[in-house]
């Protein structure tokens, strides 16, 4: 949109109004997951605090989705953004091969014995696609590097989310998100996530091809974007034990379930059978910066450990362990292992049980379901699929209340920050009731 040119008359002196910053985002921008023709416009964010964030005209929204499930502590942090800057001032970045440094060897040390499982080793990228491409890597290569070429292939569950990237998609469900890339994507066995009617049919089907299954990726207990769908962990761990009694190595993706999401600081910690490799990524620097984990147990790191440079792990990112990222993600842990966000955290998967049995008995919704501070339930409709418009309509009516959600084709979720607010976290909950209403009950 050029502005319009000023009469031959009066050149010197015309003032055009100058492009507001949505008519210069519309001109340059191309905004993830949205179909640009007819899009609404965005919202220009001028700054957040706690819950809150706050448009242009002043305008304040709870972030009840922890802005895509990365924030922990709340925006604008004091504490983690006084460590940036210190931070920024000593090492912003640098060569991570050959070279090493302080918050990335403090944040692995600190990391380590907190995860669930033996994990012995962390290697960094720098987002949760990139992961859980690593751990995919790790496990196809550490197979390779035994000259056990027959474990190639992978298993997953249906509904799985794993990244936008292509083996991230490969391993994720075939959906309206990948549909322009099947033709490429590489082949997995998909598998339903467990219950006690389908656990000994999965075993079977895990036999018939344990042989060439190299890894099993997964996320424990809660499937993220396939539309925060919950499974119970006693039948996962009776999958998990008969998949490792094949060898298989399991993977956890713990990018969004990590950190306390779950009630617990991992989804990892109800499952007594742990994972070889771990996934992190969104809340690991309170959802700062950007940054990825993989870690690993000594069984999977020892098949790299050679004198055939053949076996090493020929991987990496310019940006891995970048210092800032890790010293946000120290910060971070800092805030979240203090006692009160832990009891912030059971407080708000104490209000979620409460406020989910107050909805047993409304019937335009379904499957309500909650796992410490997420809470999601379906709106009943004609249509179940991720392009319906109730996503929009319930944003909209969000937005109009001061909340900000952003549900998942029919599903409605919420998944606040633990720093929420006792009248925060009721006017989510009047909203969701609210929503419930206007679909009749
Ligand atoms: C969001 C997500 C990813 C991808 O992380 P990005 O940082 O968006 O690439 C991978 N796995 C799970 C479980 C996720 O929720």
Redesign the pocket.
Same mark, same amino acid.
């Given at each position: 949109m050029n502005p319009p040119l000023g009469d031959g008359g009066m050149t010197a002196s015309v003032i055009f109004a100058p492009m507001t910053l949505i008519e210069k985002d519309r001109k340059y921008i191309w905004h993830p997951f949205t179909q640009q023709k007819n899009m609404e416009n965005p919202v220009a964010v001028v700054k957040g605090e706690g819950t809150l964030l706050f448009d242009e005209a002043g305008n304040s929204y709870v972030d009840a989705i922890s802005s895509?499930?990365v924030n922990l502590h709340g925006h604008g942090h004091p504490y983690i953004a006084e460590k940036l800057y210190r931070q920024a001032l000593q090492l912003e970045q640098v060569i991570f091969a050959g070279f090493t440094h302080q918050p990335a060897v403090e944040l692995a040390e600190r990391l380590l014995p907190l995860l669930p499982g033996n994990f012995a080793k962390v290697f960094y990228s720098d987002?949760?696609? #990139?992961? #859980?491409e690593v751990a995919l890597k790790m496990a196809l290569q550490y197979w390779w590097n035994q000259g056990q070429k027959q474990r190639t292939k992978i298993l997953a569950f249906k509904d799985a989310?794993?990244? *936008? #990237?292509f083996g991230?998609m490969s391993v994720s469900d075939r959906s309206v998100f990948t549909m322009a890339f099947h033709g490429l994507l590489f082949e997995v066995f998909f598998i339903d996530t467990p219950d006690a009617e389908n656990i000994q049919a999965l075993k079977v089907i895990v036999d018939g091809e344990a042989g060439h299954i190299a890894a099993f990726i997964y996320?424990p207990l809660v499937q993220?974007?396939g539309g925060i769908k919950m499974y119970a962990a006693p039948y996962m761990d009776a999958l998990l034990a008969h998949i490792k009694q094949q060898e298989i190595i399991c993977i956890a *993706?713990?990018?969004? #379930?990590g950190f306390g999401r779950t009630g617990k600081l991992f989804a990892g910690e109800y499952l007594a059978e742990k994972a070889d490799i771990i996934?992190l990524?969104?809340g690991l620097t309170g959802g700062t910066m950007?940054l990825?984990v993989t870690a690993c147990n000594s069984r999977i790191y020892e098949a790299f450990v050679n004198d055939d440079k053949y076996k090493t792990f020929f991987h990496g990112h310019s940006f891995t362990a970048n210092p800032l990222a890790c010293t946000a993600a120290l910060a971070s842990l800092d805030l979240l292992l203090r006692q009160e966000c832990l009891q912030q955290i059971a407080w708000l998967s104490q209000q979620n049980s409460a406020f989910a049995a107050t909805l047993t008995d409304k019937y335009c919704i379904k499957n309500v379901r909650y796992l410490g501070t997420i809470l999601a339930f379906e709106i009943n409709s004609g249509n179940d699929g991720y392009l319906n418009n109730i996503g929009s309509v319930v944003t909209q009516l969000s937005m109009a209340q001061g909340v900000y959600l952003r549900p998942l084709g029919n599903t409605v979720y919420i998944m606040p920050p633990y720093c929420t607010k006792k009248e925060e976290l009721e006017k989510i909950y009047n909203l969701l009731n609210d929503i419930i209403g206007r679909y009749g009950g």
């Open positions: 895509w499930w987002n949760g696609s #990139t992961s #859980t989310y794993h990244g *936008d #990237t991230a996320e993220g974007a *993706d713990e990018v969004m #379930t996934c990524s969104k950007a990825g």
